[in-house]
């Protein structure tokens, strides 16, 4: 999953894309063998600020044509955000990094709309999670106990086809990164793919491709990278 961020503040200048860009951007990423490009017009960062929603449909609007039948996936927690994609370029893939906490239309219109979606587990917002590290039964076990809740409510809504993300970097400490790669597959548990979103995060110490060898190794079925031709060697592990 190569990522490309519409956004002027994400923490990484070399993801960063505009209407005007995006169409190269993409082609690269297509060329350097990319599965899926992931679609993000809200930057997460640490300390990142609020955007509007129409700020961040201005910001998508224009690029969504460009991908012509590749697939996609939106990284969004807005479910207005949803419908407009899905009216303008008909099914794709939504990456919730709330897990349809922001906002509770999410999940029903994910089910109505039968898409794909990606959970993704964090705490907070990006100028609160830092704070909110502290997991007293274990992050292991209670990020377990989260999907077993997010899976009878995906269940309730409706929604059939979902990817598990154990949200590295979000509401986690470096230590707690760590134990999650290394208990990667517990979560295997639920029979969903796992996608690992550890590209240049800062546990990783500059050196993404070490982390993402283990994550491959572990179990991860999706990376979702800045590097797509780095990733490549990946695939034969």
């Known amino acids: 999953m190569g990522i490309m961020n519409l956004t002027p503040d994400s923490f990484l200048e ?38 509007s929603l129409e700020d961040e449909w201005n910001r998508l609007k224009p690029v969504i044509p460009l991908l012509g039948d590749f697939p996609f996936s939106i990284d969004t927690c807005r479910s207005e955000i949803v419908r407009r994609v899905y009216d303008s370029a008909g099914p794709f893939v939504v990456n919730d990094i709330s897990a349809g906490e922001d906002d509770p239309e999410m999940l029903h219109t994910v ?30 076990e209670e990020l377990l106990q989260y999907f077993r809740n997010f899976e009878a409510k995906a269940s309730a809504a409706g929604i059939r086809d979902w990817i598990l993300d154990p949200g590295f970097g979000f509401a986690k400490t470096a230590e707690q990164n760590i134990e999650l790669l290394d208990h990667l597959r517990d979560f295997s548990v639920f029979g969903r793919p796992l996608l690992v979103g550890i590209a240049d995060k800062r546990f990783t110490g500059g050196d993404t491709e070490k982390y993402h060898r283990i994550a491959v190794r572990n179990g991860a079925d999706i990376l979702r990278v800045h590097n797509v031709a780095a990733a490549q060697p990946l695939r034969t592990l």
């Open 111 to 140: 089910a109505a709309l039968g898409l794909t979606y990606v959970a993704m587990h964090k705490r907070g917002n990006p100028r609160t999670m830092d704070a909110m590290c502290d997991y007293p039964g274990g992050v292991v």
């Open 14 to 51: 070399e993801s960063r894309a505009s209407a005007g860009t995006a169409g190269k951007v993409m082609e690269r990423m297509i060329a350097d063998g990319a599965d899926i490009i992931d679609i993000g017009a809200v930057s997460s960062r640490p300390g990142a600020a609020e955007v």
